[in-house]
């Protein structure tokens, strides 16, 4: 794995974090512990959670932040890794959304995150959603209460719009600090269609060619959630699908595919890409999921993309993007970086 300091920070982080939105849900304990080790095995050492992750179910809790405080305790972890975690985000049975951004929400996730996980420091905190009726002075203002009390190192900013990130980091260099830190918003080499997004959530912010732009001309890191589309490339390629010039020829067996999965990402960009995959696919002899995300760290700002695995097989195919180098030139000729949007192919 290869590994990079986060600009303006001292954290020396591994370019592919791990995600660990399905521990305690979707993989067991036991399941979830063999990923961990077998992801600092391979060299990983950026770690992400969330206080909300699992409590959309309900009694779970957040079982994501207590599966991850159990692993670090159990293999004297902790100076081992850097832990993210999130706080701010709405709950669950609140159906209107209600924003939670606010000193005393934030504080009360934070605590509850620190508990859990056995820290006394949070490496890099995230506020997990925005509420757009308070000003970028005041959300920062809070986050660096937090940082002077010595309960976060550095903090960033997840689903928010890029006006608010101009708003916010033209706030901080005002008193001289150097951020955001980072930014976290959803984005994959997939182009999602308007409107589709596999989930619907309404607050998630997907990254724009705006904010792309705001990313190359401030330099501030982003480190990408769903950054594989979940799996869509090469779910493609073990569908057989065939393309030619951005169309399929061959649906070979594209009905396996989820249709939530091809109303949100089949279009004509995104068959090209899928083409340009294989034929680099056919080169390098790396997978399609593994190309997909190096596709990400090679941008002109550092990304660190965050995904998931639910096992050792998956795990391989995204370590191996940070263990690898493709010249940014292969992917930006091919005009990936444009964030158009093409016709829908539903089929």
């Known amino acids: 794995m290869q590994y990079r300091i986060l600009k303006d920070t001292d954290l020396q982080l591994s370019n592919i974090c791990l995600g660990t939105a399905s521990f305690g849900e979707k993989l067991s304990k036991e399941e979830s512990f063999e990923i961990l080790d077998e992801y600092v095995r391979r060299g990983g050492n950026f770690i992400d959670t969330a206080n909300i992750y699992c409590r959309w179910v309900p009694g779970l809790e957040?079982?994501?932040?207590?599966?991850?405080?159990?692993?670090?305790?159990?293999?004297?972890?902790?100076?081992?890794?850097?832990?993210?975690?999130?706080?701010?985000?709405y709950l669950f049975d609140t159906p209107d959304r209600i924003p939670?951004?606010?000193?005393?929400?934030?504080?009360?996730?934070?605590?509850?995150?620190?508990?859990?996980?056995?820290?006394?420091?949070?490496?890099?905190?995230?506020l997990h959603r925005d509420d757009e009726t308070k000003s970028a002075e005041e959300i920062i203002d809070i986050l660096e209460g937090l940082r002077r009390e010595g309960k976060i190192r550095y903090y960033g900013l997840?689903?928010?719009?890029?006006?608010?990130?101009?708003?916010?980091?033209?706030?901080?260099?005002?008193?001289?600090l150097p951020g955001p830190y980072a930014v976290s918003?959803?984005?994959?080499?997939?182009?999602?269609?308007p409107g589709k997004n596999t989930n619907p959530d309404p607050t998630l912010v997907e990254l724009t060619e705006e904010e792309y732009r705001w990313h190359c001309a401030a330099q501030i890191p982003s480190v990408p959630f769903s950054s594989t589309a979940m799996g869509f490339f090469e779910k493609l390629n073990k569908a057989c699908v065939e393309v030619k010039d951005g169309r399929i020829i061959s649906g070979g067996n594209i009905e396996n595919i989820?249709?939530?999965?091809?109303?949100?990402?089949?279009?004509?960009?995104?068959?090209?890409?899928?083409e340009f995959l294989?034929?680099?696919?056919?080169?390098?002899?790396?997978s399609?999921?593994?190309?997909?995300?190096?596709?990400?760290?090679?941008s002109p700002f550092q990304v660190f993309p965050v995904t998931g695995a639910r096992n050792t097989e998956q795990l391989e195919d995204i370590v191996r993007a940070g263990e690898i180098y493709i010249e940014p030139e292969r992917f930006r000729l091919n005009g990936y970086d444009s964030g158009k949007r093409s016709e829908n192919i539903i089929r």
Request: with cysteine; glycine share 6%; charged share 30%.
């Open 258 to 274: 989820a249709l939530s999965l091809r109303e949100a990402y089949l279009n004509e960009e995104n068959l090209r890409k899928y």
């Open 288 to 298: 399609l999921q593994t190309l997909s995300v190096a596709y990400l760290i090679s």
């Open 62 to 89: 957040n079982c994501s932040e207590k599966i991850l405080g159990e692993w670090l305790r159990s293999r004297g972890a902790y100076k081992d890794v850097v832990i993210a975690t999130k706080g701010g985000h």
């Open 100 to 126: 939670r951004v606010n000193e005393t929400e934030i504080r009360k996730d934070l605590e509850e995150s620190l508990l859990t996980m056995g820290l006394d420091v949070i490496d890099f905190y995230w």
């Open 278 to 286: 294989l034929n680099l696919k056919e080169e390098t002899g790396y």
């Open 158 to 176: 997840s689903n928010y719009r890029t006006e608010r990130l101009e708003k916010a980091e033209t706030y901080m260099r005002s008193k001289g």
């Open 185 to 193: 918003n959803q984005w994959s080499m997939a182009s999602i269609n």
